[in-house]
T-cell receptor, first 117, second 116 residues
Framework: EAGVAQSPRYKIIEKRQSVAFWCNPI?????LYWYQQILGQGPKLLIQ????????DSQLPKDRFSAERLKGVDSTLKIQPAKLEDSAVYLC???????????????FGSGTRLTVV | AQSVTQLDSQVPVFEEAPVELRCNYS??????LFWYVQYPNQGLQLLLK??????LVKGINGFEAEFNKSQTSFHLRKPSVHISDTAEYFC??????????????FGSGTQLTVLP
């Protein structure tokens, strides 16, 4: 099966500019996650969608970050305006709703590496 | 809330030697446990998971981990490492839930470097 697709792979922007990342999950996966991975740290959950509804966005800096999943399939994460500390890899993951699948249904994309200068 | 502590940020080891990467967690509820590997410029790949049953879990690439509930640990082991095992390894937990919220909480990672 096709994996989780993310684009772009790399992005360099100046601080105070805006940027958007795109994610297309595995077909049929109802749950979609965005994680932020700062260099030297483990990934941190930013937001979780179930279909097109938000399940948890408690760790999303809502003053500058926004995300949407309008049709319950692909998703966009936006940062506006960007700060230097937003430099990180942004990982998208998707999972099946039900637990009883052998691989736990949790698949990550390759990520978008953002550098803010 | 859950937290994960990976006690070693870097582990250098010679090829064909055994290795253990340590992971301890804290949680007020029961959790599932995972180890992920991340090769440079790639996404996270699941190595193994503990959901229930036998506390010794075998994963891909010859790795295994043992769940110790009393010590709240889930250490990763491999009896003989290869150069190709050089990567970042992340321990993660997820709370048992009947709902759809199965979020992962990650440790800060351990960089395993296999030396020739």
């Amino acid at each position: 099966e096709a994996g989780v697709a993310q684009s772009p792979r790399y992005k360099i922007i100046e601080k105070r500019q805006s940027v958007a990342f795109w994610c297309n999950p595995i077909s049929g996966h109802a749950t979609l996650y965005w994680y932020q991975q700062i260099l030297g740290q483990g990934p941190k959950l930013l937001i979780q969608f179930q279909n097109n509804g938000v399940v948890d966005d408690s760790q999303l800096p809502k003053d500058r970050f926004s995300a949407e999943r309008l049709k319950g399939v692909d998703s966009t994460l936006k940062i506006q305006p960007a700060k230097l500390e937003d430099s990180a890899v942004y990982l998208c993951a998707s999972s099946l709703k039900l637990l009883q699948y052998s691989n736990y249904g949790y698949t990550f994309g390759s990520g978008t590496r953002l550098t803010v200068v | 809330a859950q937290s994960v502590t990976q006690l070693d940020s870097q582990v250098p080891v010679f090829e064909e030697a055994p290795v253990e990467l340590r992971c301890n967690y804290s949680s007020s509820v029961s959790v599932y446990l995972f180890w992920y590997v991340q090769y440079p410029n790639q996404g996270l790949q699941l190595l193994l998971k503990y959901l229930s049953g036998s506390t010794l879990v075998k994963g891909i690439n010859g790795f295994e981990a043992e769940f110790n509930k009393s010590q709240t640990s889930f250490h990763l082991r491999k009896p003989s490492v290869h150069i190709s095992d050089t990567a970042e390894y992340f321990c993660a937990v997820s709370p048992l839930s009947s709902g759809s919220a199965r979020q992962l909480t990650f440790g800060s990672g351990t960089q395993l470097t296999v030396l020739p």
